[in-house]
């Protein structure tokens, strides 16, 4: 018997794990490029989340059809993939079909839902790509999706609807090969979708029904391994990120701003509220709000990192829907980038952030920071709850705090709340005189 199967399997499955422990060690250390963050409390409310938004998919049900066709494909990557422990295995020690001796009928049934789950998947990803291409839904070819985002996503369900179709011609051709006796192919029966193509094969050679077996068995083992390490690559990096993702979200109230402790306890001292001064000082006073992704915090990056694209938060966005340039999608995108270009940077060797760009200016205008109405229709409308609101809050805040550089009528408003405590410009004194007014006319 050959061990040159195995060898080269083995090969493959070590340049797997190298590239992919690679890439992991990347993102991570990109991700940490981020401001050090603690949140970990109320860790019920945190596996509630991850549950019911990451694992139920909660948020993507507010479109229903969507909704669905994305649920096949989750439930089927999540399901599928334990046949792949089969194959792996399989591949390792030069066996065919390892588990079904000893599972028996349980293995008919479990493969009948592989099957079921690949064709739904199947569908699904043929859908998704006629709603890209075809129907060209405007969140799909809006003009921050264009280039490499838009082919990855075609690339990624591409590569979903050729696996499938590999797992079904492989169990077709294993099917008449077990019917014919041929070694060590092991008859399972009562394959209802793969059984439906094995007629197809009837009239080929064993010799070459054999070939197609094994093409097709390496194709989709070395296609699960290949789409493994893309996924890194890809904006599908939320398959895994999401759960990570849904479980540091921000638990406050939505349209509760974070304040800066320093600035608040300066206010604090002025109106004479008692403050905390046991903490010591710090070295140096930091900078007002981001400029770049190091003024961010680490979850900010993560969030960036587990953007799905879908442009569901712009869709919903107030400012892009009347024509601003605003669009939350590619404030998650232009964060990311930014966290790969100092990277990418770091590891040949580069000046990393001290590379004479920087996320505000270079990737992400005034014009579209100014545009944000803070209304969080973007982080509700976020399928994994990513807050791209808290992103464009700290840059706007680096904007007025440290270059001054807001619109002229918001430092008059500014102002006035700082001396008037309302944005316009009258005594305190005098805020109610509109109630005396609206009362005298009720009266007359």
Request: aromatic fraction near 10%.
């Amino acid at each position: 018997m050959s061990f040159l199967p195995q060898l080269l399997f083995l090969i493959i499955l070590a340049i797997t794990g190298f590239f992919l422990i690679k890439r992991v060690k990347f993102l991570r250390r990109n991700i940490l490029l981020g401001k050090a963050e603690t949140r970990n409390d109320q860790p019920g409310k945190r596996w509630k989340a991850m549950i019911r938004v990451a694992f139920g998919q909660q948020k993507m049900f507010k479109r229903i059809i969507p909704a669905l066709l994305h649920l096949c494909v989750y439930v089927g990557f999540m399901v599928i993939n334990l046949e792949v422990l089969e194959f792996v295995i399989d591949g390792m020690v030069g066996t065919h079909r390892i588990f079904a001796p000893f599972l028996g009928a349980a293995y008919s049934i479990a493969m009948n839902i592989f099957e079921f789950l690949a064709v739904a998947v199947l569908v699904s990803c043929v859908i998704f790509l006629i709603r890209r291409n075809i129907v060209k839904l405007p969140r799909f070819i809006n003009p921050d999706i264009k280039g490499w985002p838009a082919l990855d996503a075609n690339i990624i369900l591409i590569m979903e609807v050729v696996l499938m179709i590999a797992i079904l011609k492989m169990n077709a051709a294993d099917q008449v090969l077990a019917s014919r006796g041929v070694d060590p192919y092991i008859p399972v029966g009562g394959l209802f979708f793969s059984g439906l193509l094995a007629p197809l094969f009837e009239s080929f050679s064993s010799e070459f029904l054999i070939f197609t077996e094994r093409v097709a068995w390496w194709f989709h083992i070395i296609g699960i391994l290949a789409f493994g390490v893309y996924v890194t690559y890809s904006k599908h990096l939320h398959i895994f990120l999401a759960f990570p993702n849904t479980w540091y979200s921000n638990l406050k109230p939505k349209g509760e701003m974070s304040t800066m402790p320093a600035v608040t306890n300066e206010v604090n001292m002025m109106l004479g509220i008692p403050v905390d001064t046991s903490a010591d000082p710090p070295a140096e006073i930091g900078r007002f709000g981001a400029k770049d992704i190091n003024d961010l915090s680490w979850i900010n990056v993560m969030n960036a990192f587990s953007c799905t694209e879908c442009g569901r938060c712009t869709a919903e966005c107030p400012a892009n829907i009347t024509g601003k340039k605003l669009s939350p999608r590619k404030i998650m995108m232009d964060v990311r980038d930014r966290a790969e270009e100092v990277g990418r940077s770091l590891d040949t060797g580069g000046k990393g952030l001290d590379d004479g760009k920087s996320l505000l200016g270079d990737y992400i205008t005034k014009e579209e920071l100014n545009a944000c109405t803070s209304c969080n229709a973007c982080v509700e409308a976020c399928p994994v709850n990513i807050d791209p609101l808290v992103i464009i809050l700290e840059m706007r805040r680096y904007v007025a705090m440290e270059e001054s550089g807001t619109p002229a009528q918001w430092n008059a408003m500014f102002q006035n709340m700082e001396t008037s405590f309302a944005p316009w410009k009258f005594s305190p004194s005098d805020r109610f005189n509109w109630a005396e007014k609206v009362k005298d006319e009720e009266m007359e």
